[in-house]
């Protein structure tokens, strides 16, 4: 790979891998390590797609499996909800206050993904597909659910 087209596609992803690796792992430090091995991968790989829809959606689930790399390596991967109760932080605090992002968090792992990548990030049923390897269907239901128990925890807590 050539140093103008691993800059370009690092500049074009970069804040937004970074925004869901922080999203999924609720860890500014564990973030920037991922990221680094996300672009070590990126570097080393002999054929990257090219930098349009297929580049992100190839993007995104490397960065979703050096996620569960992380969470296994760490003896953390029990249940990712678990790993990161307790988490605080959340991606760029651009929120107006009308979701509960920290409620968001409670949520499975799979299902907290899709939410970011619907809510904050605008994409389709359809794109989130393509980027995390499901059939816009099972995004359906997941993101179904999702709201579903979102809506329970915001229920219990009075909000």
Known sequence: MEKNEFQKI???NARKLYNFILWTTGNRSVCDDILQNVF???WRCDRVPPDNGECTAWLYAVTRNACVDHFRSSKKFV???EAIG??????DAEDDGKLAWREVQQLPESERAIMFLHLKLGYSYAEIGKLLDLT???VRVKAFRALRRLREILVRKGL
């Open 10 to 12: 690092y500049d074009n």
């Open 40 to 42: 070590v991968k990126v």
């Open 79 to 81: 249940e990712f909800n």
């Open 86 to 91: 307790g988490a605080t932080e959340t991606p």
């Open 136 to 138: 816009e269907n099972h």
